[in-house]
């Protein structure tokens, strides 16, 4: 409990590290309807310039809308905790198609009727951002959302990390995870200072280390969760504890354990940290319930973790194994289309539409073949590898 509570005093002192400059970065336009305007002007200019074939410069303007407006003012930030995080996840598949579009060459139409759609969101959502009362619950309920949000798959992480060492009779190995998730935060804190006051990292930098947090993520997560499935037969376990769990904990798998719970961390860590930020520089006299919000939500992110770290002390070994090993399966294949979706918005993946599948920001789920088609592929070996352990057992 000690290090949860030293843990959430970082991220009350990092978030208070940043409110003035969240201030001062809000009080430049006196309604999110006046900087919606602005995008306006901005994304129509983009069609201006595609129109006269010059893609490049309308490509960058629609990255001067998302990235110098959209991401920089708090735009996201608050359609995400004031809104719905569907909603965010909508709006940014919809720049990064509009791009996709242009660089494609579509039809002058085609371009125009997406980019009124983006303006069209845009406008709504300002609107109903705008027109939202001061209500000290509804802030202290958008300040749990974000903490559940984006914490609860970090806590899933190390709880089924941590059940796993303790199953395993390697105990002594939890500081691991406990010292990397630790380090996560200090990192986190770090990445927010260097994005905002530092170095003022741009929007696309900010995505891209993102992106490339989580898809990190997913290589050790898929690898961890495939190491797992292996041992959940008896006797395989048995003759792993007999001779190599101990080196293998002590080595290579240890140090792949405490860099899942490190990356599970620190993936969201310093935009989570950033959202908070914005969220006091616009509670008013509500800020209290900012920090009311952010403490129930960690309570119940460690209750969450309690629950699966000491019941899962009930489940039989197989059965704890297997649903571990899924669990972290499912996480990867999470990480790995929001690592990807992360990618397309940088501008370093390109972006595919398929117009029949709706995003589920929750699962990771993404209507890009870019994101979908690595996700196919992980569930197939998920699959295969049941099959391919279940017949070795009939064997």
Not at 161 to 174: D, H, M, W
Not at 213 to 233: D, G, P, R
Request: glycine share 6%; aromatic share 12%.
């Amino acid at each position: 409990m000690k290090r949860f509570l030293t843990i959430f005093v970082l991220l009350l002192s990092s978030i208070f590290i940043f409110q003035t400059s969240a201030e001062a970065a809000k009080t430049k336009y006196e309604s999110w309807n006046a900087l919606i305007d602005e995008m306006d002007i901005i994304l129509n200019q983009a069609y201006d310039a595609y129109f006269i074939k010059d893609v490049t410069g309308a490509k960058d303007l629609v990255n001067k809308a998302y990235f110098g407006f959209y991401e920089k003012h708090g735009i996201e930030r608050a359609v995400m905790s004031y809104i719905s995080g569907q909603r965010g996840t909508d709006t940014e598949y919809q720049f990064a198609k509009i791009k996709r579009l242009m660089t494609d060459n579509a039809p002058n139409k085609v371009v125009r009727t997406e980019i009124d759609t983006i303006l069209k969101m845009l406008h709504e959502d300002a609107n109903e951002l705008d027109g939202k009362q001061d209500s000290g619950w509804g802030t202290f309920l958008a300040a749990l959302i974000i903490i559940l949000r984006e914490g609860t798959e970090a806590i899933l992480v190390i709880a089924a990390i941590t059940a796993y060492l303790v199953r395993s009779g390697n105990k002594s190995y939890v500081k691991i995870v406990y010292w990397s998730s630790f380090a996560a935060v200090i990192a986190s804190i770090l990445a927010a200072i260097a994005i905002q006051v530092v170095f003022d990292i741009s929007g696309a930098n900010q995505e891209m280390i993102e992106g490339v947090a989580m898809l990190l993520a997913t290589i050790v997560l898929f690898f961890v969760s495939n190491w797992m499935l292996s041992k959940s037969e008896a006797q395989a376990w048995k003759n792993y504890v007999e001779g190599k769990v101990k080196m293998a904990v002590a080595t290579g798998s240890g140090v792949a354990l405490g860099g899942a719970a490190f990356l599970s961390v620190f993936r969201e860590g310093a935009e989570t940290i950033l959202f908070y930020q914005a969220m006091i520089a616009d509670a008013k006299d509500h800020i209290s319930m900012v920090f009311l919000g952010l403490g129930v939500g960690c309570l119940l992110l460690v209750a969450i973790f309690m629950i699966i770290r000491f019941g899962s002390l009930k489940l039989p070994l197989k059965a704890f194994f297997i649903g571990t090993s899924i669990l972290m399966y499912l996480l990867a294949v999470v990480f790995a289309g929001g690592g990807i979706k992360e990618l397309q918005e940088a501008d370093i993946i390109p972006v595919t539409p398929v117009n029949y599948i709706r995003s589920i920001d929750l699962l990771g789920i993404y209507p890009t073949v870019e994101t979908l088609v690595p996700q196919v592929f992980m569930l197939l070996v998920v699959v295969v590898s049941f099959i391919y352990l279940k017949s070795r057992k009939v064997k």
